[in-house]
């Protein structure tokens, strides 16, 4: 299978997404400010699989329909949209948090636990610059 094509940026649909998911971790205000954020800062790569252990997250099975749906564009060549990440803080033992991408991270990490994954990282206090 080829390697997955990153879009450059996240698709518009992604903020929404990573808002609704951030405000099941953190109040209404705090989930907003780190999409505004999100939406400035600049796309860095990170490995699939430092991804997956930052977040603490187990990897979802290939037949998950997002995974295997990832998957399908990945062999069809259709680019993928950046993952969304909020950083954890490791001295309080808190996971980085996957605000948007986990399937898209799964489905990379099948092709290659290497693969290096187009993001945009913000901290837990981030706010739009």
């Known amino acids: 299978m080829a390697d997955p094509i990153w879009k450059n940026d996240p698709d518009e649909h992604d903020f929404p997404a990573a808002e609704d998911y951030l405000r099941l971790v953190a109040d209404p205000g705090r989930a907003r400010s780190l999409v505004a954020a999100l939406r400035t800062r600049a796309t860095v790569v990170k490995k699939a699989k430092d991804i997956l252990r930052a977040a603490n997250l187990p990897l979802l099975p290939t037949d998950n329909p997002h995974v295997a749906d990832d998957l399908r564009k ?18 309080r033992g808190l996971p980085a948090q996957i605000a948007d991408g986990y399937h ?26």
């Open 74 to 91: 990945v062999r069809a060549g259709k680019p993928l949209s950046p993952v969304l990440i909020v950083h954890g803080d490791l001295t």
């Open 104 to 129: 898209r991270v799964c489905a990379s990490w099948y092709l290659d636990e290497n693969t290096e994954i187009p993001c945009r990282i913000v901290g837990p206090d981030a706010t739009a610059v």
